[in-house]
């Protein structure tokens, strides 16, 4: 584990981001690092493409959620 120093604005914005999410600010900041990692890697994926990818890995069935 390390520390990472970020612009106290986007810290304020990552803060305000875990509040609508329901996560805690370390875990807003690591998924946003995650998903900007994989777009990096993937640039012609869309955030959608990408979160349903990482939710398939996870093996999260989502016929189930589109039927409710």
Not at 35 to 55: R, S, W, Y
């Amino acid at each position: 584990m390390g520390l990472v120093k970020i612009d106290d604005d986007l810290h304020e914005q990552v803060r305000r981001a875990s509040t609508v999410m329901c996560r805690s600010i370390n875990a807003q900041a690591e998924f946003w690092m995650k998903i900007g990692m994989l777009a990096e890697a993937h640039p012609t994926m869309t955030f959608n493409d990408i979160v349903k990818a990482q939710l398939k890995t996870a093996e999260v069935d989502l016929s189930s959620a589109a039927a409710a």
